[in-house]
């Protein structure tokens, strides 16, 4: 726990210390925003970080559900529930324009559901006929409301875009009491969340009921979804949901890590997305909010040292070098089992041992001579030096090993195990080496190979 505290305090402070560095080079006008010092700006940046760390949270459990989708019905099924109050109060409240919203959307998810259970009906083909029904039925009702002697001035389309700058106080405490609730549910309804997400079946087996558990989760959804339509509109919320949580992903492989950095993002975004719509008034706050949030996805799947595409290829890039350079010395060392220790080799001979291109071999080989595992002489014959022959050794066993293995336990022919063996001997931890030795019973430093040997140098 202590360590996700950590984790989070840092994603804070760095975006604290990014605010400070701003607030320093900015100009005034700016650094007026970026201090809140208006009032209505406060209440719009208190609004929206708070409505983005409540997304977050429970679009955690949404995306580890699979459920992205559900979330875009949901919020456009909450369409027809705003115009419908409208029509029955015949003004523009918020509380029943609000409960409306939330009736029509849990009708909505309810119709997912149902449909989703007919067997010839996909949950994309029930989330795509719902989604289009429902908008469709509250632009109508919408239609309907604007020909009313009041409906001209409802704005009832602010919803589908969201107004995030006409935020009241009211609007930011509703936003406040949902991030309070969805924070206590997460809290305590976590280990349940955590076991229908990945494990629904061991849920219902240890007498948990998975369908209450998942409508408490949906429900905290509707909650927020409701809540955010005035921020960022019905289009746009179920982005909030997700895209905080996807970016999370890249950054860990534990829940509750990932859980808090959902939130944080969503708070991040929120935030960012309200000061960039502050200081250029032109722009929809909704959609910056949203963008802002693509940016924070786009930078967590670049570079999270784990998940991000740039660590990815830098692993993938080394562990091809590595495996590259061990061949080479695995090769010599061959060579060596077969004439004698200290023999150099041609490079022709190492070329016809495999499929190097001049180039490359050249490059390990420099590579090998620079590290002190291998030496070259004039005559462009390379030989291993004592630290080379060690690791080389040590591959070619583990390779040997693998080799063994796949022959005895797994009825590989002799000839067919050469290759297989070769993909895995890089990477073979210290404890699986211990464990096929283990179940080899073999003790040699190398065994002995099952297939012919390389060519003579």
């Known amino acids: 726990m202590i360590r996700h505290v950590w984790a989070l305090a840092g994603v804070l402070a760095s975006t604290a210390a990014a605010m400070a560095l701003a607030i320093i080079v900015v100009d005034e006008e700016t650094r ?3 201090t809140l010092r208006e009032y209505n700006t406060r209440i719009v940046v208190l609004g929206t970080t708070l409505l983005g760390a409540a997304a977050g949270l429970i679009g955690t459990f949404m995306y580890l559900r699979k459920r992205a989708m559900i979330g875009d019905a949901l919020s456009h099924a909450t369409l027809p529930g705003i115009a419908i ?32 259970s007919i067997p010839r009906i996909k949950e994309d083909a029930a989330i795509g006929i719902v989604l289009s029904v429902f908008f469709g039925i509250g632009l109508m009702f919408v239609k309907i409301a604007q020909q009313t002697h009041t409906g001209n001035q409802a704005g009832l389309d602010r919803f589908i875009y969201g107004t995030t700058a006409g935020m009241i106080k009211q609007d930011a405490q509703w936003i406040g009491a949902t991030a309070l609730i969805v924070l206590l549910g997460v809290i305590f309804l976590f280990k349940e969340f955590r ?8 849920a219902s087996s240890q007498g948990r009921s998975v369908l209450l558990i998942d409508l408490l989760m949906m429900a905290m959804v509707v909650l927020t979804t409701v809540v955010g339509l005035q921020a960022v509109g019905l289009i746009l919320v179920v982005a909030l949901l997700i895209i905080p949580a996807a970016a999370a992903r890249f950054w860990t492989d534990d829940l509750t890590l990932m859980t808090l950095l959902a939130g944080a993002f969503g708070s991040i975004s929120g935030f960012a997305g309200a000061i960039v719509s502050a200081r250029f008034v032109n722009l929809p706050t909704g959609a910056v909010i949203v ?33 590259g350079y061990q061949n080479v010395l695995r090769a010599l ?11 150099r080799v041609g490079r022709t001979s190492l070329l016809e041992m495999r499929s190097w291109t001049g180039s490359t071999l050249n490059r390990l080989i420099r590579r090998a001579v620079r590290r002190g595992d291998a030496i070259a002489g004039p005559d462009n014959r390379v030989g291993l030096t004592r630290s080379g022959r060690i690791e ?8 040997r090993l693998w080799e063994l293995y796949l022959i005895r336990h797994a009825d590989v022919a002799p000839s067919h195990v050469d290759r297989d063996a070769d993909l895995v001997e890089h990477v073979l931890p210290p404890e ?4 096929l030795e283990h179940a080899l019973a073999e003790t040699t430093q190398i065994p002995p190979s099952p297939h012919a040997q390389g060519a003579v140098p």
Do not use: W, Y
Request: with cysteine.
């Open 291 to 323: 963008l802002a949030a693509g940016c924070v996805f786009a930078f967590s799947m670049l570079l999270a040292p784990h998940r991000g595409m740039t660590g990815t290829l830098l692993r993938r890039v080394g562990l091809s070098r590595r495996i």
């Open 32 to 34: 007026q925003i970026l």
């Open 432 to 435: 699986t080496i211990r464990e």
């Open 85 to 116: 109050a409208f029509l029955f109060v015949g003004d523009k409240q918020i509380g029943p324009m609000l409960l409306g919203a939330a009736i029509s959307g849990v009708i909505g998810v309810l119709a997912v559901i149902g449909l989703r």
């Open 195 to 202: 076991l229908i997400c990945f494990d629904q079946q061991f």
């Open 392 to 399: 080389a050794q040590r591959v070619l066993r583990n390779h």
């Open 333 to 343: 060392c061959e060579m060596e089992e077969e004439f004698g220790e200290g023999i």
